[in-house]
Every structure is written in structure tokens, then in C-alpha cells.
């Protein structure tokens, strides 16, 4: 069993940054890790992955604003955010999902990012 805890969340101004991060309990090198986002009366959206082997993938939404890294050795995944727009503020929550042979299928409990002046 894995836990996921995203942090990094807080309120910024329009054309801010943020970081967040999602540490894992125990090594999520073999898993994919997905960004999500929610904001309040929307279905929960997908933002991004970075796979097991280091590849990204983004929402066009998203795309050129938000990377996405990985810290092999901390068990930790980022999403770096940048000119930050009012229509990204959203509760963020991160998603491993091991690949084979692997197993597993991991949430975090999300972290509230507000963008607005």
C-alpha cells in the first residue's frame, strides 16, 4: 500500500507560480503518476502524467504553462505552474497507477490552489 500527500497548495495572483508536490510512502518508481484537478461543480479534469520512465504528457489546457517532474530517489512528483490563469484554481490531487508487473492504483487527498487577484 502506497499514500500519496500532495502539498504545495495556496492561494497566488493571476500570471503566479506555483509547486506542488506529491510524496509517496514507498517508491513509486514503477508507477505512472497523473495530475488531476477539480474545481467546484466540475467533473474532476485530467492535467498531465509523467510515466515511469520519465515521459510527459499534458491537457492542451495546460500545455507550455505546467511541467511536470520527478524525483526518483525522494518517491515525489511535481507539477510546476506558471502564468496561473483565475480558471485553474481547483482542488489538485495526484494519481500512481503501477505498471506492469507492478500493481497498484494510488490517490492523494488533493490540495486547494486559488488563483485570484
Known amino acids: 500500500q502506497v499514500q500519496l500527500v500532495e502539498s504545495g497548495g495556496g492561494l497566488v495572483q493571476p500570471g503566479g507560480s506555483l509547486k506542488l508536490a506529491c510524496a509517496a510512502s514507498?517508491?513509486?518508481?514503477?508507477?505512472?503518476v497523473g495530475w488531476y484537478r477539480q474545481a467546484p461543480g466540475k467533473q474532476r479534469e485530467w492535467v498531465g502524467l509523467?510515466?515511469?520512465?520519465?515521459?510527459?504528457n499534458y491537457a492542451d489546457s495546460v500545455k507550455g504553462r505546467f511541467t511536470i517532474s520527478r524525483d526518483y530517489a525522494k518517491n515525489t512528483a511535481f507539477l510546476q505552474m506558471s502564468s496561473l490563469k483565475p480558471e485553474d484554481t481547483a482542488v489538485y490531487y495526484c494519481?500512481?497507477?503501477?505498471?506492469?508487473?507492478?500493481?497498484?492504483?494510488?490517490w492523494g487527498q488533493g490540495t486547494q490552489v486559488t488563483v485570484s487577484s
Open positions: 494519481h500512481a497507477v503501477g505498471v506492469w508487473p507492478r500493481r497498484g492504483d494510488y
Open positions: 514507498g517508491s513509486i518508481s514503477s508507477f505512472n
Open positions: 509523467i510515466t515511469n520512465v520519465g515521459v510527459t
